[in-house]
């Protein structure tokens, strides 16, 4: 699936103790732009004021230089994004930066509060005003309380306000402050640098690419502060009795392969679901094809479970630039002719096991289907590496409507019969569960199964925080 | 004087009830750009939501086709700005656009609130935070403070809390608020178009510009509010037994010669100045060369009323674009002759009359006066129309550090010797005064005399929201 | 008049044995960007490689210190224009660079060669291939021509072909250049630098920016060789009977009024042509006001001649960049509102005498003439500072097409109602020569007289050399 | 291999009869991008007029809606490069648009013509003048001779001049000409979309981007010319004797898996050498990994024919944008780990077989299997699907100078040892023959065997068109 009805989400990077932090957070972003490629920012600090520059755009196009010159200091934190709440403007791109009693404060955020909404009526109700529509900000209103402020241990307390996910990053000039939700929904990592300098990602690719050595994950519910003193630990939220909520979208389609997400390797996650979805669905065949890309390590499994040989049926264009002019008489699968060019020759004739990752909507993949088809392929049997998704995710990854779910209303066959596949198998929810190392109940699947960790009574709906529906006197 | 020292200080611009709102205020800034060149942005309504689009750089740089296509609207308010506090940065572009328990508000300020930094200090100490280091954010908290709310008339409330400078547009969803200070410290006048549509614009100019006619000014301590129901009037702030505080510079340098503020048209002003400074210091020479450019229209004063020949002794540069790449070996006085050029042939051997508008550091001043003195002037009598600047204004012009003001500790003669000129005369205090035509009590003219209209017992240090000391807890 | 129906020519500077040649190239076009604003270029050697960068827009728009450093060297010829054949496209932006059997040159060239066409086919017919549409191309195929390579003094014997206006400059790896035609239509000065560099330009507006001085003109037929070894000068063309062509609409409109060109500086034959038009029809009036820009000079002279009050009626606006958006309900005159503002106070009651220093087609000036009878002026009495023009020019300046001249086939007084001024007078032709220096043969005055000072038998046109009809055969 | 060393040479489109025919063309290039990131253009007409866009970059930041729609038509040529003589500059992003005796030519080049500076010096002795540095332009001025157009078919005639490598595209206002030279170095196809239009490309990947049927080659030694009456063949050059010089480097690296060139799919063509190479050398082993990205098919054939599972060593990260900011201390590895990462858990205590499509000068490789080392691969046996390569091209691959190749004074185990590899296989010259579907002396395999097509005698300099030593006369 490359599937731009699922955009990706949100990747954080933090660095403490390093003279190129900033040039080096540049590098961890970069490392995890799979996970958003809207916008990218940096805060830096040297002790004294905070330093930002942010904008829209990939992580490359947004820095530069001068720019990373201008924000130099021994500490930094990076977010780049696909915002799950709040349109994508330049105002709403992360971190974002505050200043109050307190002093200055950035603020990076993974993940989608489900109360984000709620929280901030109440401050709106008595008096505070926001600049963006993110559901980050309310969480540094929420911080900034006195009464919170004069609480043992301020921070606690603020997060036990807070439902829904998130992975956080918060820089003040003396504290980096690394977070992770009580059910720990999306993945955070700590590192560390030859030099001593702490990093945190989200991913392991990143301290890969600067040389960390990763360390451990930060826990659900562990809230771990970084000073000149070293890195410091504690807890929050209460008993969760045992539960997590670890997104399984991030080990079925998220993660790079490269990566350590949830304390596994994210390719060996992929290959192991293949290899189940072969014992599962085993069908006679001559070459078994991964749709580029993110089914590339489902098919690797596949085939080395069912020994099938593993071919390839097309090539990708690697090359981006602006959007593209369509001509008036553009034949209607050019969206997919931009992306991929199907290898006539290497399937004309044969019978295809066609191995995808998920299937959203199920447009892309009948488009694909379409080209392997007009290519000549005799047989077509389509194998996806995790069962249908069928319901909304209120934690952080973008389907769209359910309604426009593919499977939200049709069985197998009908999906089967709208692909034009000769045989279609989607892989159970239990096979899916045998190929992760955690204890089923560690994990969130409620977009297969429809049971949230979370009680979501009401829709939260997407937005609401841009309404201007209400009186304000003068 | 054409002086980098002092830098234009901000326009406002707004228009109720026109479909092409948004390229009206567009025209409506550019009219205004001599105000400010630092940033520009507009702010638009349908009835719904509020639409902004702002940047640094020129108004013609921030906005094309596209982008002011994107805000539509039949109502706007717009701003260019340099800022008088907070550091000139992407964030402090006005108008600013805030959401809160009633909505949606976009503000845009002209002036220099003296009490910003305690007002924000306060709100912060209850745990509000904020975005932006202009003076002009704390505003809206204090409307949005539901106890200001719950009164008769919330804004009146609020603005009793100001004290300073501050010509204000504000934009709801449904109504657009203009304000003047109960002094009255800068300009801000009502016009209206054919169609009927209100308009509002710091300088008539503006309204020269859009074919709109001028009505009157909005009235010291008066707030007009804008609606499809038509302009209602209000006043607020205590009684000013009689006194105002018009900037005096507006009439000597600020505002466009064909604007018409504080009642009275600027070039006529400027050119009585030249007349009142020739009855006061007339002298034997060949010719009057006013200084470009804001001294054009004292020099013309000054001929008229001497019957002294006006002439010309420089060229000016008109073309922009990006900063200057100096060469190594570039000699001093490059930077005056980016800007200027001098027609040595008319000046050779002549005894001149060089008149000034103002002179606040005296270095670019000295400048023109060598320039003019290589080229050959036999004789340079300096006269400057307006009294001698000494002291800081804390109420929206941006003059350097009082240290820095050649006047601010030299006599007359003192300066006359810096600036190597064979006589010089500054317009007397009650010269400049005799050329407007409101009372005495009705200007401010703090900068000369240092007879400030509001108390400003602690000096107000500029950028003090930029701090981040203080401790956070988390 | 500040006319967009003359759009301004070239400039050229040229600057040898100087560390910071582009730097100083730079601000060299820079200080000559009223002869040219839509494109610019540098070509510099340090002996060995000749370097280029040019592009469209304004100079400062085109250099940066990147780009600048990019083509460091002792030695640079530098351009900037507005083409008067060729459209304006990056291809034809100068100086031209090329290679040959002798190496490297460079080109620029201000003037325009009226056999440019037909040299250009007798080229094509024996096989050459051309790459840009500018006359000046075909320069460089009669240099490279052994035959002519073969002669004693090779570029004597190629200038010899040459018919029109050229004021040139070469560079090669060891030499430049600079060249005048024998009738001298267009300016070339020649100056020093302190370090003994050697600099040339159009204009001496150049030499004071970078603080170089005026040597001399180089003479009509003048070729000028500068080397290591010093200035060399030869002359060439044959016995022109004591005849020049200096163009007299440079001293009118072109040059700029700090600048000395053909022996004088400008702005003094400009104030002379105003006295002489006060004294060949003078008035009745309350002020004298120019209009902005070019006629400053000119109305200085008038006042000072007929004694009356020199005024000002309008302020400019001097904010440029990109293109306006103009909204849909724009009245027919923000053309001029968005250069020019009336001050009305100024002249509301009042006769006026106003001042233009030409007139082309009279479309821009009767809009400012209306925007001053708009704003209450009681009589206007127009005075131009120069003939009707009523003829073509083939030699540099891009009036339009003559049909498009008012005075083409209108009688002053069909103009004087056209402009619906009370009083109209053009500067008599004998009147503007008595204020020049140069004897009256010296000058080219075709535009006024339709006396071309070379036979142009038929009309040349323009942008022949863009015709793509021939057939080629493969 | 995705090796920095050989940058990718050039791609042609052309299309007759469509009215999008610039957006057309647009896609064509954007679908053979992989040949070409450094420039690109486009030049179309409409039976009148050439217009041509063109600019340095990748194909979609070169062209947008507007200069697309500016230079619309119904015949376009387009090119995107790599040069491989001629430095990369605008100056020489092709296609090249010149005017002559017989109107406008564009003309795109793939290839190198090695007899180029040779017939430039000829041209220039005569007097001719070149604007660009490209071996491409003396084509023009051979068609522009008088002598040559007067021949019975002058294309013919001045082919016959041409040594070396050349696809061409030549457009005038009424013809598009296709060439290929007669040994047929490069690839170049006809093909024709449903409305009858006539398209020409490097590779069969263009047609299928647009929906367009492919035809057939054009043939080695052919001219095709396409007009609104049809296509139109005729060939040139003497009998080769059954020789051809097809370029097999395009099979095993240039041209896209997806394309079909000289009669046969590439991907076919790389997954048989596979094949070949596991016969050739057999290996004990856990995994085949390929090198991303070039090596996918022959791994794929190896994996088939070895029985050997293939799996995944690296993810590719696909976010381009603007060069890096490296930080200071960055370790020496980061130029790979910006484009790869691998996938620790794959390998870790793995046999290997990696596969490489090429080995140029062997430090990306050494790289790569540096990191699959530090990932703790067990053993790792490297098998290239290519012999070594030991020689320079002189016709159109960039490869660096011969002494830099590792093969070209190296044994196979000093290769061995320098890329610290367990064992380590070169596919033979006649195994990589037997893997092509042409007789062996319809290839040229120079850069493996030294055995060149054409005499080589003296080295050709590259950039020798650079020079600018000789003196030219004044």
Same mark, same amino acid.
């Given at each position: 699936?490359?599937?731009?009805?699922?955009?990706?989400?949100?990747? /954080? #990077?933090?660095?403490? &103790?390093?003279?190129? =932090?900033? $040039?080096?957070?540049?590098?961890?972003?970069? %490392?995890?732009?799979? @996970?958003?490629?809207?916008?990218?920012?940096?805060?830096?600090?040297?002790?004294?004021?905070?330093?930002?520059?942010?904008?829209?755009?990939?992580?490359?196009?947004?820095?530069?230089?001068?720019?990373?010159?201008?924000?130099?200091?021994?500490?930094?934190?990076?977010?780049?994004?696909?915002?799950?709440?709040?349109?994508?403007?330049?105002?709403?791109?992360?971190?974002? /930066? #505050?200043?109050?009693? &307190?002093?200055?404060? =950035?603020? $990076?955020?993974?993940?989608?509060?489900?109360? %984000?909404?709620?929280? @901030?009526?109440?401050?709106?109700?008595?008096?505070?005003?926001?600049?963006?529509?993110?559901?980050?900000?309310?969480?540094?209103?929420?911080?900034?309380?006195?009464?919170?402020?004069?609480?043992?241990?301020?921070?606690?307390?603020?997060?036990?306000?807070?439902?829904?996910?998130?992975?956080?990053?918060?820089?003040?000039?003396?504290?980096?402050?690394?977070?992770?939700?009580?059910?720990?929904?999306?993945?955070?990592?700590?590192?560390?640098?030859?030099?001593?300098?702490?990093?945190? %990602?989200?991913?392991?690719?990143?301290?890969?690419?600067?040389?960390?050595?990763?360390?451990?994950?930060?826990?659900?519910?562990?809230?771990?502060?970084?000073?000149?003193?070293?890195?410091?630990?504690?807890?929050?939220?209460?008993?969760?009795?045992?539960?997590?909520?670890?997104?399984?979208?991030?080990?079925?389609?998220?993660?790079?392969?490269?990566?350590?997400?949830?304390?596994?390797?994210?390719?060996?996650?992929?290959?192991?679901?293949?290899?189940?979805?072969?014992?599962?669905?085993?069908?006679?065949?001559?070459?078994?094809?991964?749709?580029?890309?993110?089914?590339?390590?489902?098919?690797?499994?596949?085939?080395?479970?069912?020994?099938?040989?593993?071919?390839?049926?097309?090539?990708?264009?690697?090359?981006?630039?602006?959007?593209?002019?369509?001509?008036?008489?553009?034949?209607?699968?050019?969206?997919?002719?931009?992306?991929?060019?199907?290898?006539?020759?290497?399937?004309?004739?044969?019978?295809?096991?066609?191995?995808?990752?998920?299937?959203?909507?199920?447009?892309?993949?009948?488009?694909?289907?379409?080209?392997?088809?007009?290519?000549?392929?005799?047989?077509?049997?389509?194998?996806?590496?995790?069962?249908?998704?069928?319901?909304?995710?209120?934690?952080?990854?973008?389907?769209?409507?359910?309604?426009?779910?593919?499977?939200?209303?049709?069985?197998?066959?009908?999906?089967?019969?709208?692909?034009?596949?000769?045989?279609?198998?989607?892989?159970?929810?239990?096979?899916?569960?045998?190929?992760?190392?955690?204890?089923?109940?560690?994990?969130?699947?409620?977009?297969?199964?429809?049971?949230?960790?979370?009680?979501?009574?009401?829709?939260?709906?997407?937005?609401?925080?841009?309404?201007?529906?209400?009186?304000?006197?003068?």
């Amino acid at each position: 699936m490359q599937n731009p009805s699922i955009r990706h989400h949100c990747a /954080l #990077f933090g660095i403490w &103790g390093h003279n190129d =932090a900033s $040039a080096l957070a540049h590098l961890g972003l970069y %490392a995890q732009q799979h @996970r958003g490629q809207e916008g990218a920012g940096i805060v830096t600090t040297n002790g004294q004021q905070l330093l930002r520059h942010a904008g829209l755009g990939l992580v490359n196009d947004v820095f530069d230089e001068e720019n990373l010159q201008a924000i130099r200091g021994r500490v930094a934190i990076g977010h780049c994004r696909y915002s799950t709440t709040g349109a994508c403007t330049e105002q709403n791109v992360q971190p974002l /930066l #505050f200043s109050f009693a &307190g002093g200055q404060v =950035a603020i $990076a955020h993974n993940g989608n509060l489900i109360n %984000a909404a709620l929280l @901030r009526r109440n401050y709106e109700e008595v008096g505070h005003i926001f600049q963006t529509t993110s559901d980050t900000e309310v969480i540094i209103h929420l911080l900034a309380k006195p009464a919170h402020q004069s609480k043992d241990k301020p921070l606690n307390h603020v997060l036990n306000h807070l439902q829904g996910a998130y992975s956080l990053l918060l820089l003040f000039s003396d504290r980096m402050v690394a977070v992770r939700d009580p059910l720990g929904f999306r993945p955070l990592c700590l590192g560390t640098l030859k030099n001593g300098a702490i990093v945190v %990602a989200s991913e392991t690719k990143a301290f890969d690419m600067i040389d960390a050595t990763y360390l451990r994950d930060v826990e659900p519910g562990e809230i771990v502060t970084i000073t000149d003193d070293g890195i410091e630990s504690r807890h929050f939220g209460g008993d969760t009795e045992g539960r997590g909520a670890a997104c399984i979208f991030e080990q079925i389609y998220f993660a790079d392969p490269a990566s350590r997400v949830f304390g596994e390797n994210v390719h060996m996650v992929r290959a192991a679901m293949g290899r189940k979805l072969a014992t599962e669905a085993p069908v006679d065949a001559d070459l078994v094809v991964p749709v580029p890309n993110a089914a590339q390590c489902a098919a690797v499994g596949y085939s080395h479970e069912s020994k099938l040989p593993l071919g390839r049926a097309f090539t990708t264009s690697y090359f981006s630039g602006r959007s593209f002019i369509m001509p008036n008489q553009a034949d209607r699968d050019l969206a997919v002719k931009l992306k991929l060019s199907v290898i006539k020759e290497a399937i004309d004739g044969k019978r295809l096991v066609v191995v995808e990752d998920s299937v959203v909507r199920g447009t892309t993949t009948r488009g694909k289907i379409g080209a392997l088809r007009a290519a000549g392929a005799k047989e077509i049997h389509l194998r996806v590496a995790s069962p249908p998704i069928r319901h909304a995710c209120y934690f952080g990854i973008d389907f769209p409507d359910p309604k426009q779910l593919i499977a939200n209303t049709r069985s197998v066959e009908e999906i089967r019969k709208y692909l034009e596949v000769d045989s279609l198998h989607f892989l159970s929810h239990e096979g899916m569960l045998s190929c992760v190392k955690m204890p089923k109940n560690k994990y969130c699947t409620a977009c297969f199964s429809g049971d949230y960790p979370i009680n979501v009574e009401e829709p939260v709906e997407k937005f609401a925080m841009d309404r201007g529906q209400l009186r304000m006197f003068t």
